[in-house]
């Protein structure tokens, strides 16, 4: 089967849409573009039966991984060196694929409901172009067999985002968070390319940019990089990790991915929850060789991925702008992945992947439901009893709720766990400092920002859909008490454009999207509810693992992690954290269903917190005053005043006024005038005769 | 005859020095037929008889009326140029003409020696230098005919540059 | 009688060219230059007649060739004169001068 054909779809569709451009309407545009990712999803889901198929018929053959592989064309070639544009697919990108395109498709055609502003309709073919564009590049990234092509992919979601981000660029604010991300972005990829260039020039000879080929020559020789646990291979691990935090948003490089939230809602559910952020964890899972031999950089990783899931957390409990929360979850779950991998569980920290594509876009599309309706409505002060009026979004809403809080037997539970209980009782970094009690403090840390995560959701599913409906009656201008600033000015320049339409029908009540919007839900629904039976944890399994382990364990076969054997605690802890965290939805319903004065008067209590919660920490701010602000003023002072200006322009300048001063002085020869030529004809001429009279 | 080839030879090179010193153009043009005249005479003395006659004839009969001629025309008054010319064009002339002629005479030092007695008989005569061009086996046959075409086309140049509008 | 060696007749010729060499170097006066030239090309042809004499006395065939030779400079002389004397009435007519010095339109 053509596997070429997956990303080629989508890219279809995109050059369709960019031909047909303002000709094609809303609902022709994503009829377009909806097609081309049906289409590859169907072929995605074909190919990974097709691999599926191999594993059972190659499982007993040792060390083989079922892959489905096609070579496109050679890209670059250079004497014994060459690189070849090939697609590879094999389990773990088996799995990727079909969530891209699965869960694409259901973006794409929740899309063609969502989109329905009037002042869009002139551009939203734009939307579905850039959509495709971005399934396109996400698919590139995971099907690709070499860097190069899996950079390709990797710039190209970048771009994407960027574009869909800043969507309605006319507004400055949005524009800025769309450069922002770029930015951001631009900042990991260029550590990832470090990363790259370190490990070709570490390879030398054997340097080879193919994963099958990269893997047998690193495994096969480790001393190339200078040995497992070495300088080299940590520095090489850690520099392709900062590319991820980069694309996917964890700390230093997440502040994009709030901002991120100025984008239409379906590119928050499908970039921001489902497909770019977890291409970090994507290319750790893929470079899984690398990273198994440096336990110190996993250490770094998992310690990174514990402090971001409870920093993101914090700031998520006092935000009102339903998508920033739901966008500081994402950091936070992310976190919870990049944990996973860190303690050396790949499937695990990949399975979460799964279940948080699941619920976290199921719930962007629910948050996109709920601001469809209430007209761009987006802060939750304005919002309450919405589970009346739009059951439809409110069920599903549920069931992602009680997916990502750890609901037992829903999918979250079973991903969050394992990683919980995997960190606990990992033994990898038993070798370095403080090894035997950093697990138990990223265990706690993580736990920590479990509970968190109970208590914002729950105060986010009471804020919404619990009480009565606090909108419409008076205008969205009224922001009530005086923390507005940060939180709010996502969604100024939506609320403000329907300030004559919104109120103008007294008590205008918010009702149900259409299918088109609340059927991608019900899918997502059921996927989160039923979703943990993908990979459950074998003492649910009869002690057998899970489903998707073993499905990508070949990918994962040559690293041996080391785990505690010992899981006497393993119940008890599970038990502990489940009564913790009902005690966090417990105390969400008293604060905000059966006392609502009372998070105000918290909020006054504890002021410095509190303000700094809302505020981001800070960060944004930290960041504007020690890093853009010295740089641009380097630019403009010293790179541009004194380089360029003078040393470049002079440069270039200096060698004009050179020539030129050298060809006036040479044009003195021409004088004009016969004698002064002639004497020059006799100075000759009197050279070589006294030549000849001195030579006899 | 020694004596008065020195003789014709230093009334030669004196006057070319007053043809190339003088301001007045028409001084200058007759200091030149007196040369020419000097010439003519160290030709006789070289046996070089057709060639005197020639010089005289076309050089100083012909060329320098031409000039005479020209001088007149354009009713040429002096250079007004200082007798002694000391300017930077003038030193570096002086000085590269200098260098010439003593390099030309320092070169010619693997000359020094006498002429034979015995020149054939009939040297030099009209006769002599008629069968060295029209000689059936003569390679100068080709190269007279050319200067005649020469002529014809220096005639007409002269004639279309120098006429006046119609 | 004695006859005069080579070198004297080629010495001479040197001086005289030497000389005009400096006429045509020094001289502003466009005329006087051109008679310089023609001071040059007489040099040339008493050392083309001095060699004749030369190789003649010596037996060598066709040293008549010199003189032959130096017909030939005088015709070409006269051309040259024509044409550049046209030439120069053709410059004072547009100029109303023949200073060389103030030729100096192809000046860069």
């Keep these: 089967m053509m596997l070429a054909l997956i990303p080629a779809l989508p890219l279809l569709g995109a050059l369709v849409n960019a031909i047909l451009n303002k000709r094609a309407s809303r609902v022709v545009a994503g009829g377009i573009a909806s097609t081309a990712v049906v289409l590859a999803a169907v072929l995605s889901f074909l190919t990974f039966f097709q691999v599926q198929g191999m594993a059972h018929g190659e499982h007993g053959a040792h060390g083989e991984v079922p892959h489905v592989a096609q070579h496109l064309w050679t890209w670059m070639k250079a004497g014994p060196f060459s690189v070849d ?142 040995g497992a646990g070495g300088l080299t291979i940590t520095g090489i691990c850690l520099l392709f990790f900062g590319g991820a935090t980069g694309k996917s948003a964890q700390l230093p490089l997440y502040v994009w991915l709030p901002d991120a939230m100025a984008g239409p809602t379906p590119v928050s559910a499908l970039i921001h929850a489902a497909t770019m952020v977890t291409s970090g964890i994507y290319m750790i899972c893929r470079l899984n060789f690398l990273f198994a031999m440096s336990p110190a950089a996993m250490a770094v990783i998992a310690t990174i991925g514990a402090l971001t899931a409870l920093f993101a957390a914090t700031i998520a409990v006092t935000q009102t702008d339903i998508k920033k929360v739901l966008a500081y979850s994402t950091v936070s779950q992310l976190g919870f992945m990049f944990l996973g991998v860190g303690v050396g569980s790949f499937d695990g920290g990949f399975f979460h992947v799964l279940t948080h594509a699941f619920f976290k876009a199921l719930m962007f599309l629910g948050a996109g439901s709920i601001i469809h309706a209430l007209h761009h409505e987006q802060d939750m002060r304005n919002m309450g009893g919405l589970r009346k009026y739009m059951p439809v979004t409110f069920g599903t809403f549920l069931m992602g709720y009680l997916a990502i809080i750890g609901f037992p037997g829903f999918s979250g539970f079973f991903s969050k766990d394992e990683i919980l209980w995997l960190t606990f009782s990992t033994e990898l970094f038993q070798g370095l400092p403080l090894g035997t009690v950093m697990p138990k403090v990223l265990w706690a840390m993580a736990t920590t920002a479990a509970l968190f995560t109970a208590f914002y959701m729950s105060r986010l599913m009471f804020m919404t859909f619990a009480g009565s409906y606090r909108g419409g009656a008076h205008g969205h ?48 629904a059921l996927l989160s509810l039923f979703g943990g039976l993908l990979n459950l944890s074998p003492w649910a399994n009869g002690g057998h693992h899970g489903f998707l382990s073993t499905f990508l364990h070949p990918v994962f076969q040559t690293v041996k992690m080391p785990f505690s054997a010992d899981h006497t605690l393993e119940f008890p802890l599970m038990g502990l954290t489940l009564l913790a965290i009902a005690a966090s939805v417990g105390l969400a319903y008293h604060l905000y269903v059966q006392a609502p004065h009372k998070p105000a008067a918290i909020a006054a209590k504890m002021k410095r917190l509190y303000e700094g919660s809302l505020h981001k920490w800070y960060v944004d701010e930290i960041y504007e005053a020690t890093i853009l602000k010295p740089l ?61 009279a001195l030579g006899t | 005859m020694a004596v008065l080839f020195y003789f014709f030879s230093l009334l030669a090179v004196l006057a070319g020095f007053v043809v190339v010193s003088t301001r007045n153009p028409i001084t200058s043009a007759v200091a030149l037929v007196a040369c020419f005249f000097g010439l003519a005479a160290d030709y006789v ?47 570096f002339g002086v000085a590269t003409a200098g260098l010439i ?33 029209f000689a059936s086996s003569s390679p100068w046959l080709l190269p007279f005919e050319v200067v005649s075409v020469l002529l014809t086309v220096a005639v007409i140049g002269a004639v279309v540059l120098a006429k006046r509008e119609i | 009688m004695d006859q005069v060696g080579l070198f004297p007749v080629l010495a001479v010729s040197a001086v005289l060219f030497a000389t005009g060499v400096a006429g045509v170097l020094t001289r502003r006066n466009a005329l006087i230059v051109f008679m310089s030239v023609e001071l040059m090309l007489n040099a040339v042809n008493l050392s083309f007649v001095g060699f004749a004499r030369d190789f003649a006395a010596r037996g060598v065939q066709n040293a008549i060739d010199g003189h032959v030779f130096t017909v030939f400079v005088m015709a070409v002389a006269a051309a040259e004169a024509a044409v550049g004397l046209a030439l120069v009435i053709l410059l004072f007519r547009n100029r109303v001068t023949v200073d060389l010095d103030e030729l100096d339109r192809l000046k860069g």
């Design chain 1, 85 to 226: 544009f090939g697609l590879r697919v094999d389990p773990l990108s088996a799995v990727m694929i079909c969530v891209i395109t699965g869960i694409g498709s259901l973006i794409h055609i929740y899309s063609i409901g969502y989109m329905t502003d009037e002042k869009d309709a002139k551009s939203v073919w734009r939307f579905f172009v850039y959509l495709n564009l971005f399934v396109f590049s996400m698919l590139l990234l995971v099907m690709g067999d070499s860097f190069p092509v899996m950079f390709v992919g990797w710039e190209g979601v970048g771009l994407c985002s960027y574009l869909l981000i800043g969507f309605w660029y006319e507004n400055t604010e949005y524009a800025k968070a769309g450069k922002k991300a770029f930015v951001t972005n631009r900042v990991g990829d260029f550590s990832f390319i470090l990363g790259l260039f370190w490990l070709f020039w570490s390879l030398g000879d054997s340097a080879t940019m193919n994963f099958v080929e990269l893997q047998k020559v690193v495994e096969a020789n480790p001393a190339l990089v200078g």
């Design chain 1, 477 to 524: 201008d009224d922001h009530g008490n005086g923390a507005h600033g940060h939180a709010a000015h996502g969604h100024d320049a939506h609320g403000h454009g329907h300030g004559g339409h919104g109120h103008g029908h007294g008590g205008h009540d918010p009702h149900e999207s259409p299918a088109v919007i609340t059927f991608p839900l019900v899918v997502l």
């Design chain 1, 632 to 692: 641009v003023i380097g630019s403009r002072q010293v790179l541009w005043a004194v380089v360029d200006t003078l040393i470049i322009d002079g440069a270039v300048n200096g060698a004009a006024s050179a020539a030129t001063g050298l060809g006036k002085l040479h044009a003195r020869v021409q004088t004009g005038r016969v004698q002064s030529y002639a004497l020059g004809i006799a100075a000759g001429a009197a050279i070589l005769v006294l030549a000849y």
């Design chain 2, 45 to 91: 003395l070289l046996d070089a008889h057709f060639v005197a006659v020639i010089q005289i004839l076309v050089y100083a009969g012909a060329i320098m009326v031409l000039f005479i001629f020209v001088i007149m025309l354009l009713n040429l008054r002096g250079d007004g140029a200082p007798i002694l010319d000391l300017s930077r064009r003038a030193l």
């Design chain 2, 101 to 133: 002629g003593v390099g030309l005479v320092a070169g010619l030092e693997s000359a020094r020696r006498n002429f034979e007695t015995t020149v054939p008989k009939d040297f030099g005569t009209i006769e002599h230098v008629g069968k060295a061009l």
